[in-house]
């Protein structure tokens, strides 16, 4: 994954797009990058890596290094950006959110054209460099990127910031991913999360329409190219990734997963599970908000049985490690002893992808005196890697603990029935679940249906992509 923030002013800009970037870092991990643009100095560029330094900390100097009145930034799970890049189209900043999936296809054609790369180590080449390949191929900004999304299987949001000190913004053909824009009396801002434009005082202008790309001045926004009638929203983004305070296409993420834990809750009482619970508590800290809304709709308190201590440990997701991840995870929780011992808990997370926190968490409050822990995840059963926006790190399906425990149920027959392993009512359903609680020593588990989902969300279900868990594009 990864985010991005931009401002085209009137004055010196590098302060709030310092601040407005930083608003992202949620969204990744290991490399970050600014670049502004000055009348009297030009482009400017700078790239650093986040992985051991925050983004706040990594850049601090960065206001005696660089300054300008247009400027964008991004945070990325993956390659470094933005790149300054000279072409007949003249000198810009890029940088790109999303995945590529026929990118050595593309690159053989560019090739094949004359083409060339900067490879990185092991012969990898930069996505957004490849990007801006295929931009550069045509007369004008506006041609190159709608060649992108005519090539690009996958995803591709744009953020250029031109040699004339204006930023184009490019939604994705499909609109998975949000770009808001956002205005104050002294120019215009362009945003991945919303808040992020709100914190610096501009208010919401508008949000890009899926695929439409627009030039932004300290003036006003043109469009370059009017948005597409067809969209696939990611609805993880609603579940997970998403921050709270924002929202995408009129939704809030804080208020659906309200809903969310909600309608989990009416499901249980409608079928009659509802376990024997002395406290619902969140995976902190994007599980709280759907056992908030959990706790609200069953009438039993909700509380924070352990609590986070971040003040000096990275994320816990940031290591490439799995074992560093996993002692990252262990050290950051500290337990309320009078909420555990002895207590019964229902704990709601966001998804369940590896298991392997999950796991460490629950023998964590088992350690601590909990009597039974009991799962409710706020998504379906995740049952395919992302191929839209890298939001996963492996490339192999069997790491997903229920792919995984499918296979040991059923063989690879199992995958020709994945519909009804997501679902709960029917007998592969219900042995998934029982198969996963029995290796994450849970007393129940049951995950929301992506019928859920799609109803807490509250818009067309044609305008989401739900790929990771049903598999259709």
């Not at 900067?118 to 460099?129: I, L, Q, S």
């Not at 909700?302 to 490690?321: D, E, G, L, N, Q």
């Not at 909990?370 to 049952?383: G, Q, T």
């Amino acid at each position: 994954m990864g985010g991005y923030f931009g401002i085209v002013s009137r004055q010196d800009c590098m302060e709030d797009v310092f601040f407005g970037t930083d608003y992202h870092s949620h969204l990744g991990t290991r490399r970050a990058g600014m670049a502004a643009y000055d009348p009297a100095i030009g482009l400017q560029r700078q790239i650093h890596s986040i992985q051991t330094t925050p983004f706040r900390a990594r850049f601090k100097d960065i206001f005696e290094e660089m300054q300008g009145t247009a400027a964008i930034g991004c945070i990325s799970d993956y390659y470094p950006q933005p790149l300054l890049i000279r072409s007949r189209l003249g000198t810009y900043a890029i940088c790109v959110t999303g995945a590529i999936n026929n990118a050595e296809q593309l690159m053989e054609t560019y090739l094949e054209e004359g083409g060339h790369f900067d490879a990185m180590t092991g012969g990898a080449v930069n996505a957004t460099e490849l990007v801006a390949a295929l931009i550069n191929l045509k007369s004008d900004f506006a041609a190159g990127i709608r060649f992108v999304q005519q090539q690009v299987d996958g995803t591709a949001s744009i953020l250029i910031l031109t040699d004339d000190g204006s930023i184009i913004a490019a939604r994705d053909r499909l609109g998975r991913l949000p770009i808001w824009i956002g205005r104050r009396e002294d120019g215009y801002s362009v945003s991945f999360e919303s808040f992020a434009h709100q914190k610096l005082d501009f208010e919401d202008e508008r949000e890009l329409g899926p695929g439409e790309v627009v030039r932004i001045t300290a003036d006003g926004v043109t469009t370059l190219l009017p948005p597409g009638d067809e969209m696939r929203m990611c609805a993880f983004l609603w579940s997970y990734y998403g921050y709270s305070t924002s929202s995408y296409e009129g939704v809030n993420v804080e208020l659906m997963r309200y809903r969310n834990g909600e309608l989990m809750a009416r499901q249980d009482n409608e079928k009659g599970t509802v376990a024997d619970v002395d406290y619902v508590c969140g995976m902190p800290d994007s599980g709280t908000p759907h056992a908030i809304g959990y706790a609200n709709e069953s009438h039993l308190p909700f509380a924070r049985a352990y609590i986070k201590y971040t003040p000096t440990w990275s994320r816990s997701f940031t290591p490439s490690k799995q074992s560093d991840r996993n002692r990252i995870a262990k050290m950051k929780q500290i337990p309320v002893p009078a909420l555990i011992e002895d207590k019964s808990l229902l704990l709601v997370d966001d998804s369940i992808v590896r298991g392997t926190q999950l796991k460490e968490t629950v023998d964590f409050l088992y350690d601590s005196g909990a009597k039974r822990v009991h799962m409710r995840s706020a998504c379906p059963p995740i049952m395919f890697n992302c191929k839209y926006l890298n939001f996963s790190r492996s490339n192999n399906e069997l790491d997903l603990i229920a792919r995984r425990t499918i296979l040991e149920l059923e063989g690879e027959t199992g995958f020709d029935h994945i519909e009804e392993y997501c679902d709960g009512d029917t007998q592969r359903g219900q042995n998934l679940r029982n198969a996963l609680a029995e290796k994450l020593h849970l007393g129940s588990l049951d995950f929301q249906s992506l019928e859920g989902v799609i109803e807490a969300i509250g818009i067309d279900p044609c305008k989401l992509c739900t790929y990771c868990w049903n598999g259709k594009e």
